[in-house]
């Protein structure tokens, strides 16, 4: 890892939990809740509608528009979206999910993951509209991926995460991605997000330091589980280049469009939402008071005490 970030004061995490729209986020999930399969009505509303919600925002947003020879139905064009808070930065971080459906069921899929990241932007734009980035400076990319669900047969998957690798790997801008927090958020009755990759162990635990600060007597969602990472999932061609990565996936297990209202957990929703909300300010440096110079009392994430933080992150969440 080649970023230091600082960690949030007391008061910094106190203040930026205020902030808070479970409204946008119910509505932003029942809009994206829809059949989606690639090219369908319900599949081009939801990319009309990520891209208007970000452009209203003032994110720069781009489409990455390729045509694939799917053996089984032909050429099939997919859309990926790629949104910058800031279009000249060197280095992003970068959270992304897929918005694509399989199949022509309606159920709640990545319509969880998308709202959740279009709830991010919402909330924190007048927070992240502090940041103006220099060309050395960091910034925030989200990325929704196109063409993740099988088309046609079982093999035929994670074509857009493949293609944007395979096209950022040749421009070279892969090297501007510092982390990758791939988003997989099914609702299931007992949502957790384990741990899954060791060399990023530090950050998922600042995930869970970050919970248990705000949440201390509620139930835990970043918990000190250790699972296998799964293989059909977007991180894939960007942990096969070593880039760090961040996976946050829940069980598998979509709801149907009709159970939506009624056993979609906004609640727990809303507090993965803000832990992932005080994570980005904290990647990104963003002080309530707008300081500068310093370490203004915070702590610094410095890389070289990363071999035995790691150690000991392992080690922990063994024991917990």
Known sequence: MHYHPKELTTQEIEYF?????????QEAVQRIARKRNVNGIGHKYIRRYIKQSLKKLDWLVQEDTFVTDNPVVG??????????????????????CHYDGKGYKKTTGSAISCALLLNIAHVLQKELKKI?????DISLMLVFFDGKEAIGSRDNILQGSYHLVRRWTRNGFI???????PIDFYETQDIHFPHMIVSTVIWYLRLRQLENLLYHKRTKYFQAI????PERNDHMPFHALRLPV?????????????NISKKVDYTAIEQVSKVLRLFVLEYLQVSSKQKSGGNDGQVVLYPCL???????AVTSLWLA
């Open 17 to 25: 939990a205020q902030l808070t729209d479970v409204n946008h986020l």
């Open 75 to 96: 050429k099939v064009r997919l859309h990926n979206i790629i949104a910058k808070l800031t279009p000249h930065a060197n280095r992003y971080l970068m959270l992304g």
């Open 132 to 136: 103006s980035p220099r060309p050395w």
């Open 175 to 181: 090297n501007n991605i510092d982390m990758f927090l």
């Open 226 to 229: 250790i699972r296998e990472l």
């Open 246 to 258: 961040l996976p946050l996936i829940t069980i598998p297990k979509a709801l149907s469009l009709k």
């Open 306 to 312: 990363g071999l035995i933080l790691t150690l000991l």
